[in-house]
């Protein structure tokens, strides 16, 4: 099976998941975006209101700021691939529990195989403790580690910079660092590194917050 016919399995059986309780509340399902062979690889924490409407990730005020930090970093939503660790919304935007964060799981392993990014970016502390257990991303922010046979850097949700604004600065430099840390994964990895051009400058929050999700 080729990777873009496992994460089109996966989407499916996402698609009829009844495995825990978030299935009863939600409008669709939320698989993931992106191309089956991404180098980098974004996880954040779950669906939020408009994820739960349109099926799609980061698609809220959240998303419309990854979108810049991207941008800022010189790479597109066309160049990477953003799931969830969990792929129903949490009802109330609640944190995801125990049992459904484990029920998920067996879902994002397969798409990380079917992909196999060079880099994982977490976004929020669910998605960071997947690889660091216990850590704390005050500390472990924006440090890229391996982590098996890739390399996984532990980065603030977007959403913390719609909520805390001292956390902005962070986040921005966070994403700076991003293409010379994939190009470090590369040599690490054995594969050429590439120059990549900043696209734009990250603008103002958009203030379409309340429906996010606030998880980070």
Do not use: W
């Amino acid at each position: 099976m080729s990777a873009e016919e496992a994460i089109f399995q996966i989407a499916e059986e996402v698609s009829t998941c009844t495995k825990c309780v978030l299935h009863e509340s939600r409008k669709k399902s939320v698989p993931g975006d992106g191309p089956a062979d991404a180098e980098i690889m974004f996880i954040g924490e779950g669906p939020g209101f408009h994820e739960n409407e349109q099926g799609h990730p980061f698609v809220g005020a959240s998303g419309k700021f990854l979108d810049q930090l991207l941008a800022q970093a010189g790479v597109t939503r066309a160049d990477v691939f953003i799931a969830n660790v969990v792929k129903c919304r949490p009802p109330g935007n609640r944190d995801p529990l125990p049992d459904e964060l484990a029920v998920c799981d067996s879902y994002l392993e397969a798409q990380i195989q079917a992909i196999n990014p060079s880099i994982i970016v977490t976004l929020g502390r669910f998605s960071m403790n997947k690889f660091f257990p216990g850590a704390k991303i005050s500390t472990v922010h924006g440090q890229m580690q391996k982590v098996g046979e890739r390399f996984v850097i532990p980065m603030f949700h977007p959403a913390a910079a719609l909520h805390q604004a001292a956390l902005k600065p962070s986040i921005l430099g966070d994403f700076a660092k991003l293409p010379d840390q994939l190009n470090a994964a590369r040599v690490a990895l054995g594969k050429p590194i590439i120059v990549q051009k900043v696209k734009k400058k990250v603008e103002e929050i958009p203030d379409d917050s309340p429906q996010q999700l606030n998880l980070f």
